[in-house]
């Protein structure tokens, strides 16, 4: 039995196994997967059912005890490690793992959130019906942890943010109080849409248990390309030739750049690029419809020649068949991965509107070349949506005298975020807020709406337990 009386406690509330008190068993509750953020904790306490994880914050909320709710532990921004004080509790809900139900008729599902994104892909293909929400992290993510940061991944520019793909949700308040709103209508305007505000919270104003989900049909044709461009320019006129051409059909638009493309192939096995080393950048497309494969590659390649014609891009190629397909979108997947191992990676999730993508890319460009000699720009990002991932890689040897400079990464940060806030965008697009944008909220967030969230905050969670240090700075 363990000599800690709020474990020993917790266990006796969930039962045998549900409690690690262990540091070997707690150490990948403890650290994100990029071991850029660490913290501590009394115990990591793994609920099974809605019922235990109220049993949990009503403990917790009577005795004072934090409580950082923990999905796939994916967060890039510290919004799943608890704080380094190790008085707080990390709250598990990998053992809520059940699809509860999939309705093909009202296109909707029903999942508790502890499921694996990619498993909810496939409960809903199996039905013959389509969830939407895609990334890199999709075999390991949980939807909880989609929600709780309003993931935005590959297909937004079709199907929205996380947000957009929610019915209801299911709710644990601070003080242990269960809201059910697991309704699966389209419409019902009967006051507040209190499930947004789960969304996107991270954990701050309760814990999200289980979500209605919406499906749709399963188009029997998918058709995925990759462009060779040598102008950022062009591949925004070729993503806006796309959705005039494509009007419903086009489900992404990600564009990457060379200096991305070239760290994947040089660190993830297997990985090939089918264009070369033509063009600067490269844009990976794909298009989602009821026509047959036929008449929807014969009109893709129709605009591709149109393109070549106009001399939008380099060279193109079209997926034939599923493993072409797979292979285009692994070298986008494996991004993150790829630069995990090249070396330090200074990421910035920033989105302007995306007419404004070539001048936000020119001036940061610039002021990267002028104010930090060594880094290298490498681009990843989402330009049917405007959301760019602008990262300076620096190598792990030349990260150590970064380290060393007080406030480097931070004036950095704010150089790229003035530029892109300058041209109406944010220094935020789908990662979230976490414990590693606290300054950013107080220096770019409107002051009104930051002190709506913090009276927020303080209605929902008045003894501050839920996930403290993220995503609202501490009040003045």
Same mark, same amino acid.
């Given at each position: 039995?363990?000599?800690?009386?709020?474990?020993?406690?917790?266990?006796?509330?969930?039962?045998?196994?549900?409690?690690?008190?262990?540091?070997?068993?707690?150490?990948?509750?403890?650290?994100?997967?990029?071991?850029?953020?660490?913290?501590?904790?009394?115990?990591?306490?793994?609920?099974?059912?809605?019922?235990?994880?109220?049993?949990?914050?009503?403990?917790?909320?009577?005795?004072?005890?934090?409580?950082?709710?923990?999905?796939?532990?994916?967060?890039?921004?510290?919004?799943?490690?608890?704080?380094?004080?190790?008085?707080?509790?990390?709250?598990?809900?990998?053992?809520?793992?059940?699809?509860?139900?999939?309705?093909?008729?009202?296109?909707?599902?029903?999942?508790?959130?502890?499921?694996?994104?990619?498993?909810?892909?496939?409960?809903?293909?199996?039905?013959?019906?389509?969830?939407?929400?895609?990334?890199?992290?999709?075999?390991?993510?949980?939807?909880?942890?989609?929600?709780?940061?309003?993931?935005?991944?590959?297909?937004?520019?079709?199907?929205?943010?996380?947000?957009?793909?929610?019915?209801?949700?299911?709710?644990?308040?601070?003080?242990?109080?269960?809201?059910?709103?697991?309704?699966?209508?389209?419409?019902?305007?009967?006051?507040?849409?209190?499930?947004?505000?789960?969304?996107?919270?991270?954990?701050?104003?309760?814990?999200?248990? =289980?979500?209605?989900? /919406? &499906?749709?049909?399963?188009? %029997?044709?998918? @058709?995925? #390309? *990759?462009?060779?461009?040598?102008?950022? !320019?062009?591949?925004? =006129?070729?993503?806006? /030739? &796309?959705?005039?051409?494509? %009007?419903?059909? @086009?489900? #992404? *638009?990600?564009?990457?750049?060379?200096? !991305?493309?070239?760290?994947?192939?040089?660190?993830?096995?297997?990985?090939?690029? %089918?264009?070369?080393?033509?063009?600067?950048?490269?844009?990976?497309?794909?298009?989602?419809?009821?026509?047959?494969?036929?008449?929807?590659?014969?009109?893709?390649?129709?605009?591709?020649?149109?393109?070549?014609?106009?001399?939008?891009?380099?060279?193109?190629?079209?997926?034939?068949?599923?493993?072409?397909?797979?292979?285009?979108?692994?070298?986008?997947?494996?991004?993150?991965?790829?630069?995990?191992?090249?070396?330090?990676?200074?990421?910035?999730?920033?989105?302007?509107?995306?007419?404004?993508?070539?001048?936000?890319?020119?001036?940061?460009?610039?002021?990267?070349?002028?104010?930090?000699?060594?880094?290298?720009?490498?681009?990843?990002?989402?330009?049917?949506?405007?959301?760019?991932?602008?990262?300076?890689?620096?190598?792990?040897?030349?990260?150590?005298?970064?380290?060393?400079?007080?406030?480097?990464?931070?004036?950095?940060?704010?150089?790229?975020?003035?530029?892109?806030?300058?041209?109406?965008?944010?220094?935020?697009?789908?990662?979230?807020?976490?414990?590693?944008?606290?300054?950013?909220?107080?220096?770019?967030?409107?002051?009104?709406?930051?002190?709506?969230?913090?009276?927020?905050?303080?209605?929902?969670?008045?003894?501050?337990?839920?996930?403290?240090?993220?995503?609202?700075?501490?009040?003045?």
């Amino acid at each position: 039995m363990t000599a800690d009386p709020i474990a020993a406690h917790l266990s006796g509330l969930l039962g045998p196994g549900a409690v690690l008190t262990a540091p070997a068993d707690q150490a990948r509750y403890l650290s994100d997967w990029r071991d850029r953020h660490r913290g501590l904790a009394r115990c990591v306490v793994m609920p099974k059912s809605t019922p235990e994880v109220a049993a949990v914050l009503q403990y917790c909320n009577e005795a004072g005890i934090a409580v950082f709710p923990q999905g796939g532990n994916t967060s890039v921004c510290g919004g799943s490690v608890p704080s380094e004080d190790g008085r707080g509790i990390v709250l598990s809900l990998e053992r809520m793992n059940r699809v509860r139900d999939v309705n093909a008729r009202n296109n909707s599902m029903v999942v508790e959130a502890g499921c694996v994104l990619a498993t909810v892909q496939e409960a809903a293909r199996f039905a013959g019906r389509y969830f939407p929400l895609s990334l890199g992290a999709e075999g390991s993510c949980q939807i909880g942890g989609n929600l709780a940061t309003n993931a935005g991944g590959t297909s937004v520019v079709r199907y929205g943010n996380t947000r957009d793909l929610v019915l209801g949700l299911e709710a644990v308040l601070p003080d242990g109080r269960i809201w059910n709103g697991l309704r699966t209508l389209r419409k019902d305007n009967s006051g507040y849409d209190l499930k947004n505000l789960f969304i996107g919270s991270e954990g701050t104003l309760g814990v999200i248990t =289980a979500a209605a989900l /919406k &499906l749709f049909p399963l188009a %029997p044709t998918t @058709l995925t #390309a *990759l462009f060779a461009l040598d102008d950022v !320019e062009q591949a925004i =006129a070729l993503g806006e /030739k &796309l959705q005039k051409q494509f %009007p419903g059909e @086009l489900v #992404a *638009l990600e564009m990457m750049s060379r200096s !991305e493309l070239e760290i994947v192939l040089r660190h993830i096995p297997g990985s090939h690029c %089918p264009l070369g080393e033509k063009g600067r950048w490269q844009l990976l497309v794909e298009l989602s419809s009821s026509a047959l494969l036929p008449a929807l590659t014969e009109q893709l390649n129709t605009c591709v020649e149109g393109a070549l014609a106009e001399g939008i891009v380099l060279d193109a190629v079209v997926a034939s068949s599923e493993q072409q397909r797979e292979k285009l979108w692994h070298l986008r997947h494996s991004v993150t991965e790829a630069n995990k191992r090249e070396g330090m990676g200074l990421t910035h999730d920033i989105a302007v509107p995306v007419y404004q993508i070539p001048a936000f890319i020119r001036e940061a460009g610039a002021m990267l070349a002028r104010d930090c000699p060594g880094v290298e720009v490498v681009i990843v990002g989402h330009i049917g949506d405007g959301n760019l991932h602008y990262i300076g890689m620096v190598s792990h040897e030349a990260w150590r005298g970064i380290e060393n400079k007080p406030g480097y990464q931070l004036r950095l940060a704010h150089a790229l975020y003035d530029i892109a806030i300058g041209m109406g965008g944010t220094f935020s697009a789908e990662h979230g807020i976490g414990s590693l944008h606290l300054a950013e909220m107080r220096q770019y967030k409107d002051p009104v709406e930051l002190g709506l969230m913090q009276q927020l905050k303080q209605l929902l969670d008045p003894k501050g337990i839920m996930n403290p240090g993220r995503v609202l700075p501490a009040q003045s």
